[in-house]
Structure formats: C-alpha cells, structure tokens
C-alpha cells in the first residue's frame, strides 16, 4: 500500500481545535525522538531530526510533545528542526517532573505550572503555545488551583488553547467551569478501551481527543487473528489497521503514533489513506472488546 499511493496526513481528514486550530488528525508524538526510558539525548540524533522534518513533507501538522520528555529534549529538538514553524501546530505539555529513566510523578503548583509554561516557550521558540496540556492532574493540590493557573497563562496570552490528559468526564466537567477544554489525551487503543465514556463525552463536546499508544492490538496480531486475516485484505500490516480503527471510531479522534524511524513514521501515516468497512470495523471493535477482558 506504501508503494502505491501518495502519503499524506491529509487523508485522515480534519479537526478544528478549540473550533479555530485546524490541523490534520493524524498527528504524532514526539516522545520517542528521545533516549531509552524517555530519558536523555536520543541513540541517533540525526535519524530523530530527520523524523522531525519529514512529518510536514507527509502533512502531520500536530505534533504533540512535552517538557518532561527527556526531559526538555523532546522540545528541544522540535525547535532545532522546525523552528520556525510554518505549517506545525505544536502542542505540549507540563505537570510531570523527572527523576530517572520511566519515572514520572506529578507537580501541579500554580508557580511550577507556570514555570513549565515559560520554559517551554524558550525550548519551543514561540511567543505563545497553540495547545498546552495538564500532563496530570495533582491530586496533592486542589484541582481549582490547577486550572485557575492554567486560565489565568491563557489570558496572560502565553496559551491559546488548553487541554488535559488522563481524566475522566467528572475531571472535565470540573475544569470546563474554569475554561474551555479543547482538547483531552487518554489511553486509548483497538484493545484498551477504558476511556469510551471520556471519548463518547469530548465527541459531544466537540473537544479533541487526543489517544496515547494508539497502535497497541495486543494478541489481535497474531499470525490467524482476525486483524491478521484483514492485514492481508487491505494489504496493510496490523499495526496501520489498528490505526485505522482508531481514526474511524470518532471524528474527534487525534491519534499521534510516535517513532524515532523515518521509515516507520512513513507506515504510520500510510494508514491515513485506509478506509475500513463498517462491517470490518465492527469485527475489530468485538475482538477488541474480548481482548480487552481477557487482560484484566
């Protein structure tokens, strides 16, 4: 299929963020462009700028970051091979500090959330940020506290548009008494299925959703599964067809698969242009659901 047709986000369609930040839905995360346990300087650094650059040559305008990649690395590279950014919108995040390799604990005071904020407008080159997240919601300092300063660096004018990651409708619900919620990132994937209610509400809402490691079909890809037998239907390789589940499940759907391979990145996006029937769509959303409750 890579062979044959044209690559292009494009194909995935559009979203407007916050109804005025248009960008294409299939975007990417730049978590991987990082080291080993998201941690440090990437193994190869030129392979990683050469990522980074190929994503507007194949239409992926949103890229999605944030400080504690790395940390700091993640952005930092962004702005070494995009800055300044002509045709990427940038989202990133904050409220996550770094202790080590896959170590993560969360900071929400106002004062550090603004930090992050300033620092990533340094890292990133930008007078404003296009879409900020809350990478995690403190529950060690209240909630109001949290989206208070979000709302306040929002009418500061050093955010545009504001977003939240890992929460429930409840959270939302919360936070859109604050300010507009336009974005929301949540694991979500063909067989970790959790946040439907959270994707069923941002689809009512018309806020993005944004879905982390979107390509995962645990042992739907196994050599005779029905994920395998489609694989060879739309001559795509399983990992393209879970992705292109994902895009057709919701219109407000933003998956950003990441990778640190050009080649792999070109995959990805190849999955743009395939267009499940609803009859194998329903196939893969069953099998999804029984895998799914086989893992817990």
Known sequence: MTQTMKINAEQSGQFSIGGSLKVNRLGFGAMRVTGKGIWGEPEDHDESIRVLRRLPELGVDLIDTADSYGPYVSEDLIAEALSPYTSSVIATKGGLTRHGPDVWLPLGRPEYLRQCVMMSLRRLKLDTLPL?????????????????????????????????????????????????????????????????????YCEGQSIGFIPWFPLAAGSLARPGSILDELSKKYEATPSQLALAWVLKRSPVMLPIPGTSSVKHLEENVAAAAIRLSDEDFSALSEQGRAEESKQK
Do not use: C
């Not at 949290?146 to 409708?169: C, N, P, R, W």
């Open 132 to 200: 900020w997240q809350l990478h995690r919601i403190d529950s060690k300092v209240p909630q109001d506290e949290q989206f208070g300063a979000m709302k306040a660096m929002q009418d500061e004018g050093l955010i545009t548009h504001l977003g939240l990651s890992e929460v429930s409708v409840d959270e939302i619900r919360a936070a859109q008494k604050v300010f507009e919620v336009t974005s929301v990132q949540n694991l979500y994937n063909l067989v970790t299925r959790q946040s439907e209610a959270v994707l069923d």
